[in-house]
Every structure is written in structure tokens, then in C-alpha cells.
């Protein structure tokens, strides 16, 4: 029997008071008095496009550090004559609307951040920052904020509390902060920062300007409990369930979060998706517990641009060894903390009964002026597989100077499964060299072992991998002041693939361009080409298939609100021939998704995407492929009602149909070449749907009642029936494999 690590998590608790008020309302109206001593910030510069000159409109801004957090406050000049987009969107909504942002470094080494947007609407969205520039939105913090409106503008404020999260310790009594602000004006696209630096750059998180400010310092113990109960109308059955999170900070050098029978984002579904490939589907955490300051343990690594990555919280609670649900985790804990310059971090995850399975994660820092380095451990104990999986990390960054940034990351895994033992490593390294003119250079390289194993806890697309990228990058913001266009990113990319035990997979060319539009919308175009080649994935280890040349094409273009219209509209268009058929044969597919705004309040949203696809290439079994020509119909649409500022109903509805008849079947022979035969694979059909109306009324900051109903199913067919796409689309509406009513209510309590 294992040990449980976890029988007394909750058995110590301190009572901590909670900071005074400090003279400083956050009420979205800035008070000179208030703000007196505040350090006063006006040189906003143009970042979008990235030209570095003066805005057009005046952006005003006031930093203050104090015992209760650091508190920022703006004030965004906008005349009558520059509309303002005030939409009320969800939290971490992504809409074009009128903003504010704080990106804060708490330790100003460049390794992590955190980004804080408040809309005029005073909608938020509360981001994590690793790697540079690397944002992810999973992440909620506890932060006061507030905005107000007149003739000449917009105000905004926001207090950042100090134990929202874990700072390294500092010994003269002042902390180094790293400090970005920008505001965006939605209608004509222009982002203003302070300093004069984008996102998309090669430094951006280390790029922050350096603030020295008191070393204040909060204690919080927060406890989150949680209780669920859910109906469901096709198995008629309910069930209840209930647990509790934790976040304690005695000081800002130390945190610890835990949970015990972790809540598992019930309200919160995964988008629908039809995969028939070898890799696996990357799904978000929205838990959270594992999304409270996992930045720490996020290490990116195993392909260019992906969501690969050695620490993949999915994995806990996720599908279990035996194939037959969903892992019962009993409990989790996680330490942040700092001491004698050194950042460190524990995870530990517990899943009970016999095929359940304990994760274990140590991280640790230590950063230089211009330089930081960084390992971590990771083990998996899986009984049920009678597999131990360990995976060691170092990883290094180093920054000499504004134009150089080179990251590096090497990786070893060491694998134990029933007496035998697998080794394997991998490594990956990042160079970005700013030109200067607009003009940046980057190399990037990736080796991945044949038996690297890293899926255990993390998510790696595939493994058997060498690639190697150069990308010459040029952006242009001199554009006429008649232009259609404010600026555009231009890159031109050669990469080559090949597999470690020696198979080239391809060599690829890409152009694309990025457009900044001075109606406030974007454009992005693509086009690459892939030479013949081989796919070592697709026949699941049972030979390896040479491919034709390929093509891609992609098209994607913003068209805001404009004039006062309700109407905005975003079009997504491709081509991509990677089948056997050639260039000539590719899928193509359309997307448009119109929306439609009644109010600040209420939007309506509707997407569909078409694909047609006449050579679609998929395994069926063994050495055996089949050839489809296949239709997909995909809806995504939607209703969002803010009722007020604490109420909020949201209506989803997701439907897939697909019909796919086979071309032809084909063989792969020991030369890798796709051979044309005569066998029979059964045509199949698809259907998909996803319902769900959620009502959400917040009783205080992270505390929230919902009330969800939700239904779902999905279908599977194979043998020939000539129903067509459009007879599978409107099927799906009659799916019910589930159909719940769910009341959840969370509660955090502050001691």
C-alpha cells in the first residue's frame, strides 16, 4: 500500500488578520490626494504598430506602492470624436474593446510575470507570463479594481495585493519590481506602452522597466470550499461531491496551495473535437488549484510553437491505467518559495485506490544580472502499469544585451516498467537577435530521443524528433497615413525534420504577414510548402509512409465594429494538401463567425466552419491507410448576458457533423511506399453536440453560484449510408448520451 502523504494536510491553520485600508479607494475616480507621492508616468509610446512614436491620444499614469499592494491608476484621454468600445465580456474574454494593462514582474529577474487588464466596461483578465512572452489565461487572482467615465476620457485603478503571489526574499528593506503599462484603443488598433515594448517580441517580460519600491510584504490564509450536486435526467441518477482548496502566505517568501478532492471545473467544458491523428488533443486546465501560481513549473519544450510542455496538469485526475474513468484525486499540495537567492517550488498529487497514481514535481532558480538558470525533477509512481517514470530538467537563459536572447533546455527521462528499463533525452535551444530597423533574426533547434517518455506527467506531441528553424522577421510601421494598414510583420522561415533514428521527414518554406489595421482589426496570411518527405506518425509504428510534397495556406482576418454598427465579423480560410493526392487535391476550409451586439451587456456569437476534404489520409489498422473524401460541418455559437456586474448568463451550443466516404485503401510496403488495393474499409460518420446554459452570480471575489444545464452526446458510425454532411449536422441536435442539472456553489473564506 502506498503512503499517503496527505492524511493531515488541513490539521495546522493560523489565524492571519487581514491588511488595513490605506487611505487609497479604488473606486475608478483618481483622487490627486490620494495619489500624492505616486511616481507619475506620460511617456506612453506607439507599440501597436510598433513604430515607438508619440500616441495620438494622451495616456496619464500613477504607480504606487503600499502596505495593502500596488496600486496603478490611468487616466486615457479620448475626446468625443474617438469612439469607445465598451463591450462587457467574460473574465479572460477576448474582445476588441477599450483596455488597460499591468504586466507586474514581482522579482524582476525576467523569469515570470503576471498581467492584470481591466476594460472600460471594467470586465478583467488575469494572466500568468513565462518564457518572455509566453500569456496563459487559466490563472485567477484576487484583485480590486474599478473604472469610471466622462467627456474627455476614462479612468481606471487597480490594487494588486502583495500576497496575490510569491516574491523572492529581499534583505535592504526595497524590492525590484519589473513594471510594463500599455492601453489599447480598440477602434483604431493603437496600443500605447511604458517602456516601448510588444508582446511579440523576442524580450518582452525582461524588457519591463525597473521600480524600486518598499519591500511590503501580506500574510493571507484563504479556504475555498466547494459543494456540487448533479442531476442527470438520462441515467437517472445524482450525485454530490464537495472539497476545498487552500492558499496560505505567511510571507512573501513562502506559499503554499492545497486541495483535497479538487473541484474539476465542472461548469467549465472542453471545446468539441474530432481527432483522428497520431498526437494527442491539448486540453486547458480551468481547476484552481493547478492553475494558482503554476507558472513556476511551466517548463515549454518539445516542439516550435506548441503547447508541449513537462508538467501537464491534465495528467492528474486524468483517464486512469486501466481504461475505465477518471482518476479519484484524494489530494494535492504545492509550495512556492525563496531562500538564499534561490526560487524553489514542490508539487505533489495523490489519485486513490488501486489504480491510481502519485505525482511528484521540484523545481528550482537561481538568477544573475542577465543570466538565469533553472532544473527540475518530475516522477510518476503508476502501480497499476508497475511503471516509475522520472524526467530531470535544466534549462538556462541569457540575455547579454537588448538585442541578444538565448534560452536553452535540456531534458533526460528514465523509465522502470515491469523490470525494464528505458533512457532517453532531449534538448532545445532558442536564439533571437534583434537587428535593429525592424529587422530580428531567430534559430531554433529541438532533438527529442526515440525513447524520450515524457507524457507521464507532461504533454509531448511526439518524440523520435530533430528540427531545426530559422526565421528572418522583418516589421514595417512607416506606412502611408492613407493606408488601410498601421503596420505589418513580415516573416520568412526555413525549417528541416527529421526523425533521431535518421528519416527526413521534410524540409519546409513559410512566408507569412501579420497586419495591424487602423480600423482596429488584423489580418494574418500564411503560405508554406513542404517537400516530399515521409510520415513516421500516421501507421502507429507499423511502417513509414513517404509523402508527396504539401501545402498550406491559411487566411484570417478581424473585422471590428465600426460607425456605430452592432455588427463585427472574424473569417478564417484554408488550404492544406497533405494527403497522398498532391498539391492539387487539398482540403479546404471556411470559417466566419458574425456577432451581433444588442447592448454592452448582450452578444450574440454564431460560428460555422465548413471542410471539404478530398484526399483525407487516416490509419485504419496495421500497415493499412484509407483515402476519404470527407464533409465537416462545425457550429460554435452563443449567447453572453451580463445582467450586472454580478450576474452573468451564458448560453453555448457546439455541433459536428462529418461524412467521410472512402477514396481508396492503400497498404504501405517495407520501402515506405503506398500501395493501392483492393480491400474493403467501411465509409464512417461522426455527430457531436455540446449544450449547455450556465448561470453564474458572484457572492464575492472567487465565490460563485452556478446553476448549469448541460447536454451532450456524440456518435460514431461506420457502413455505407448516403446521408451527406447536412443530413449528419442536423442529426446531431437529436444527440442526449447526457443531459445534467448542476448547482455548484464556492465560497472563499479570508482569515
Not at 710 to 724: A, C, L, P, S, T
Amino acid at each position: 500500500m502506498r503512503t499517503n502523504l496527505f492524511t493531515s494536510l488541513f490539521a495546522a491553520s493560523a489565524a492571519i488578520a487581514s491588511p488595513c485600508a490605506y487611505g487609497l479607494e479604488i473606486d475608478g475616480r483618481i483622487d490627486p490626494e490620494e495619489w500624492r507621492g505616486a511616481q507619475r508616468i506620460d511617456d506612453f509610446r506607439l507599440t501597436q504598430p510598433l513604430s515607438r512614436a508619440a500616441a495620438s491620444q494622451p495616456t496619464e499614469a500613477w504607480l504606487l506602492a503600499t502596505p495593502d499592494g500596488l496600486a496603478v491608476a490611468f487616466r486615457n484621454h479620448q475626446p468625443a470624436g474617438v469612439p469607445r468600445l465598451r463591450q462587457h465580456t467574460q473574465r479572460d474574454g477576448n474582445a476588441t474593446v477599450d483596455r488597460v494593462n499591468l504586466y507586474v514582474d514581482f522579482d524582476g529577474d525576467g523569469r515570470a510575470g503576471y498581467n492584470f487588464t481591466v476594460t472600460l466596461a471594467n470586465s478583467i483578465v488575469d494572466t500568468t507570463i513565462t518564457s518572455e512572452n509566453q500569456f496563459n489565461d487559466d490563472w485567477d487572482g484576487d484583485w480590486r479594481h474599478a473604472t469610471s467615465e466622462d467627456d474627455g476620457g476614462w479612468s481606471a485603478e487597480m490594487l494588486i495585493p502583495w500576497h496575490i503571489a510569491p516574491m523572492r526574499d529581499v534583505a535592504d528593506g526595497t524590492r525590484t519590481l519589473g513594471i510594463e503599462l500599455d492601453r489599447v484603443i480598440a477602434s483604431t488598433g493603437e496600443r500605447t506602452s511604458w517602456p516601448a515594448v510588444h508582446y511579440t517580441e523576442a524580450r518582452f517580460l525582461s524588457a519591463f522597466n525597473r521600480v524600486e519600491v518598499p519591500a511590503y510584504s501580506q500574510s493571507l490564509l484563504a479556504i475555498t470550499p466547494y459543494v456540487v450536486g448533479v442531476g442527470d435526467a438520462v441515467g437517472h441518477d445524482s450525485d454530490f461531491d464537495a472539497g476545498a482548496d487552500l492558499f496560505w502566505k505567511p510571507s512573501g517568501k513562502f506559499q503554499l496551495s492545497a486541495t483535497i478532492n479538487p473541484d474539476f471545473g465542472q461548469v467549465e467544458s472542453d471545446e468539441l473535437t474530432v481527432n483522428f491523428s497520431a498526437t494527442e488533443t491539448f486540453f486547458s486546465d480551468k481547476r484552481p488549484f493547478f492553475t494558482e501560481n503554476q507558472g513556476f513549473f511551466d517548463v515549454p519544450f518539445g516542439s516550435y510553437n506548441t503547447n508541449s510542455r513537462l508538467i501537464y496538469t491534465r495528467r492528474v485526475g486524468g483517464k486512469t491505467d486501466d481504461g475505465l474513468g477518471s482518476g479519484d484525486v484524494i489530494a494535492a499540495l504545492k509550495l512556492n518559495g525563496s531562500a538564499g537567492g534561490y526560487n524553489y517550488g514542490l508539487f505533489a498529487a495523490n489519485e486513490g485506490d488501486e489504480v491510481g497514481r502519485d505525482f511528484y514535481a521540484v523545481r528550482a532558480t537561481r538568477d544573475f544580472a542577465g543570466f538565469g538558470l533553472g532544473a527540475m525533477v518530475t516522477r510518476v509512481d503508476r502501480p497499476f502499469l508497475d511503471r516509475q517514470a522520472d524526467v530531470y530538467e535544466f534549462d538556462q537563459r541569457w540575455t547579454p544585451n537588448p538585442q541578444w536572447a538565448i534560452r536553452g533546455t535540456l531534458v533526460a527521462s528514465d523509465v522502470e516498467q515491469s523490470g525494464r528499463t528505458l533512457r532517453d533525452s532531449g534538448g532545445q535551444i532558442r536564439i533571437d537577435y534583434d537587428m535593429g530597423g525592424g529587422w530580428r533574426q531567430q534559430l531554433y533547434g529541438l532533438h527529442l530521443g526515440k525513447d524520450l517518455q515524457l507524457n507521464d506527467f507532461g504533454y509531448l506531441e511526439r518524440n523520435n524528433f530533430n528540427y531545426l528553424r530559422y526565421d528572418l522577421g522583418r516589421r514595417v510601421t512607416d506606412l502611408p497615413a492613407d493606408s488601410a494598414y498601421a503596420s505589418h510583420d513580415w516573416h520568412y522561415a526555413a525549417s528541416r525534420r527529421y526523425s533521431d533514428d535518421g528519416v527526413h521527414i521534410a524540409d519546409a518554406f513559410a512566408i507569412t504577414r501579420r497586419g495591424e489595421l487602423r480600423d482596429g482589426g488584423n489580418e494574418f496570411a500564411e503560405v508554406a510548402l513542404w517537400t516530399a518527405g515521409h510520415d513516421d506518425l500516421i501507421t502507429r509504428g507499423n511502417g513509414v509512409l513517404r509523402v508527396p510534397s504539401r501545402l498550406f495556406v491559411n487566411y484570417e482576418r478581424l473585422l471590428p465594429r465600426q460607425n456605430g454598427s452592432p455588427w463585427s465579423l472574424a473569417i478564417e480560410a484554408g488550404y492544406s494538401a497533405d494527403g497522398l493526392g498532391g498539391i492539387d487535391e487539398g482540403e479546404t476550409r471556411l470559417y466566419l463567425e458574425p456577432n451581433y451586439q444588442f447592448s454592452d451587456r448582450l452578444i450574440l456569437f454564431a460560428g460555422v466552419e465548413y471542410t471539404h476534404a478530398p484526399d483525407w489520409l487516416l490509419w485504419r489498422g496495421g500497415n493499412r491507410l484509407g483515402a476519404f473524401r470527407a464533409d465537416s460541418l462545425v457550429l460554435d455559437a452563443g449567447l453572453q448576458w451580463f445582467i450586472d456586474d454580478k450576474q452573468e448568463l451564458r448560453v453555448r451550443l457546439e455541433t459536428i457533423g462529418l461524412d467521410a466516404r472512402l477514396k481508396q485503401a492503400y497498404r504501405v510496403d517495407a520501402g515506405g511506399r503506398p500501395l493501392a488495393v483492393d480491400e474493403a474499409i467501411p465509409d464512417f460518420r461522426v455527430r457531436n453536440l455540446g449544450f449547455q446554459i450556465r448561470y453564474r452570480y458572484e457572492l464575492a471575489p472567487l465565490s460563485y453560484l452556478y446553476i448549469a444545464y448541460v447536454r451532450g452526446g456524440e456518435m460514431f458510425e461506420e457502413g455505407r449510408m448516403d446521408r451527406g454532411v447536412g443530413r449528419e449536422f442536423r442529426d446531431a441536435f437529436d444527440l442526449r448520451d447526457s443531459e445534467q442539472l448542476l448547482v455548484k456553489l464556492s465560497y472563499r473564506f479570508e482569515i
